[in-house]
């Protein structure tokens, strides 16, 4: 299907036909919509001289093409396994960028994991167990991890930007809003007064979450970058919105869900301010409580104080593995049995003859025992 040379559209709105034409001269041949986005859309099509699918990311409506172009430059630096690899970048022949991705097959967002759980669903109750979903965000801190390393913040961390392969691969992506920082250091903390007399401010702008105030998906932002505190944003933000996601993924609830917020200045106000419901308060028939161990790290991640958060997103991953490990901090009596257990565990893994041996032995002396004082009792 030929276009007409006058006014042709955008590669944003354009019709997969037309978008076929565009191309051509890229060897790609477009298939179909897989997902679009604020910024882009993301389609499947096939790389004619290398015989393979991609995924094709291109630029939607009117949005900023030297954003787009950021996004495609900071994901192909990121050589990271839980960050999708980009092929090449290009331009259209209307002049428009895009650029080409591994393409991820039969893959879930973590919003579509999370929905399926909420509707009970039994398949995905038996795939995606705590230790399962805990191992999801492990990887998320790997790619987080890597990113912060070489000074990359992401600020769109949430749900639908985490992909869960049918082999287990992990994917963080859209790194459309990323921020590229040199030496951040933590913020302060503001005084309770500061925060009262920022957001009264914020009440009066219209721009809270465009470019300019606030970037990214207010529902998952930290205190600093719902307030629009670029400068104050670093790998502790991310580091929030994951924690975030981290709760959801677990209870099933988002973290502030019993807000009543009737507009978005009083939900940045519970962002700022509103302490979260423990994870492990919520409980479900069908999914169990919250480990305990796994909800006082969501209050760690979630406080309003930076300073008060993991100190990197290793320190998070690692803090997950004590719990998959049985030796998470004990905090009460129930995670002092967790790790008593955990540990007399391992100890049989060591000692697999010596110690059921033992411990049959000590059973017999035991029963040995009580029938010795029975017999006794009954004389």
Same mark, same amino acid.
């Given at each position: 299907?030929?276009?007409?040379?006058?006014?042709?559209?955008?590669?944003?709105?354009?019709?997969?036909?037309?978008?076929? *034409?565009?191309?051509?001269?890229?060897?790609?041949?477009?298939?179909?919509?897989?997902?679009?986005? #604020?910024?882009?859309?993301?389609?499947?099509?096939?790389?004619?001289?290398?015989?393979?699918?991609?995924?094709?990311?291109?630029?939607?409506? +009117?949005?900023?093409?030297?954003?787009?172009?950021?996004?495609?430059?900071?994901?192909?630096?990121?050589?990271?396994?839980?960050?999708?690899?980009?092929?090449?970048?290009?331009?259209?022949?209307?002049?428009?960028?895009?650029?080409?991705?591994?393409?991820?097959?039969?893959?879930?967002?973590?919003?579509?994991?999370?929905?399926?759980?909420?509707?009970?669903?039994?398949?995905?109750?038996?795939?995606?167990?705590?230790?399962?979903?805990? +191992?999801?965000? +492990?990887?998320?801190?790997?790619?987080?991890?890597?990113?912060?390393?070489?000074?990359?913040?992401?600020?769109?961390?949430?749900?639908?930007?985490? &992909?869960?392969? !049918?082999?287990?691969?992990?994917?963080?992506?859209?790194? #459309?809003? =990323?921020?590229?920082?040199?030496?951040?250091?933590?913020?302060?903390?503001?005084?309770?007064? *500061?925060?009262?007399?920022?957001? +009264?401010?914020?009440?009066?702008?219209?721009?809270?979450?465009?470019?300019? =105030?606030?970037?990214?998906?207010?529902?998952?932002?930290?205190?600093?970058?719902?307030?629009?505190?670029?400068?104050?944003?670093?790998?502790?933000?991310?580091?929030?919105?994951?924690?975030?996601?981290?709760?959801?993924?677990?209870?099933?609830?988002?973290?502030?869900?019993?807000?009543? =917020?009737?507009? !978005?200045?009083? &939900?940045?106000?519970?962002?700022?301010?509103?302490?979260?419901?423990?994870?492990?308060?919520?409980?479900?028939?069908?999914?169990?409580?919250? !480990?305990?161990?796994?909800?006082?790290?969501?209050?760690?991640?979630?406080?309003?104080?930076?300073?008060?958060?993991?100190?990197?997103?290793?320190?998070?991953?690692?803090?997950?593995?004590?719990?998959?490990?049985?030796?998470?901090?004990?905090?009460?009596?129930?995670?002092?049995?967790?790790?008593?257990?955990?540990?007399?565990?391992?100890?049989?893994?060591?000692?697999?003859?010596?110690?059921?041996? &033992? =411990?049959?032995?000590?059973?017999?002396?035991?029963?040995?025992?009580?029938?010795? &004082?029975?017999?006794?009792?009954?004389?």
């Amino acid at each position: 299907m030929s276009r007409p040379a006058q006014d042709p559209p955008s590669l944003g709105g354009a019709p997969i036909e037309d978008l076929c *034409d565009d191309l051509v001269a890229q060897k790609l041949q477009i298939d179909a919509e897989l997902g679009r986005g #604020g910024m882009g859309r993301v389609l499947r099509a096939k790389d004619v001289d290398l015989n393979r699918d991609v995924a094709l990311k291109v630029l939607a409506g +009117q949005s900023d093409p030297s954003r787009f172009m950021a996004e495609a430059q900071i994901t192909g630096q990121l050589d990271h396994p839980n960050v999708i690899p980009v092929h090449e970048f290009g331009v259209s022949a209307t002049g428009e960028p895009f650029f080409t991705m591994k393409l991820v097959r039969g893959h879930k967002s973590l919003r579509e994991v999370i929905e399926l759980l909420r509707a009970g669903d039994p398949a995905a109750h038996a795939e995606f167990s705590f230790e399962r979903r805990a +191992q999801i965000v +492990q990887r998320v801190c790997d790619a987080l991890e890597y990113a912060h390393k070489r000074g990359v913040i992401h600020r769109d961390v949430k749900p639908d930007n985490v &992909l869960v392969g !049918p082999h287990g691969e992990v994917y963080v992506v859209d790194w #459309g809003v =990323a921020k590229v920082v040199e030496g951040a250091a933590a913020p302060k903390d503001e005084p309770r007064g *500061d925060v009262e007399q920022a957001v +009264q401010t914020l009440g009066t702008r219209s721009d809270v979450t465009r470019d300019g =105030a606030s970037v990214g998906t207010l529902l998952y932002m930290p205190p600093e970058q719902a307030l629009g505190k670029r400068e104050q944003v670093g790998p502790w933000s991310d580091l929030y919105s994951l924690t975030a996601v981290l709760y959801e993924l677990l209870s099933l609830h988002h973290y502030l869900e019993d807000v009543e =917020a009737e507009t !978005p200045f009083d &939900l940045l106000y519970a962002i700022v301010s509103h302490p979260p419901k423990l994870a492990e308060r919520h409980y479900d028939r069908r999914n169990g409580r919250v !480990p305990r161990s796994l909800s006082n790290l969501c209050k760690r991640g979630l406080s309003k104080r930076p300073s008060e958060r993991w100190g990197s997103a290793a320190e998070l991953r690692e803090a997950i593995q004590g719990w998959l490990e049985g030796r998470a901090p004990v905090v009460c009596p129930g995670t002092l049995l967790q790790r008593i257990l955990a540990q007399g565990i391992k100890a049989i893994d060591r000692f697999p003859v010596l110690l059921p041996l &033992l =411990a049959v032995i000590g059973l017999a002396v035991f029963v040995s025992l009580q029938i010795t &004082l029975l017999w006794r009792a009954l004389r």
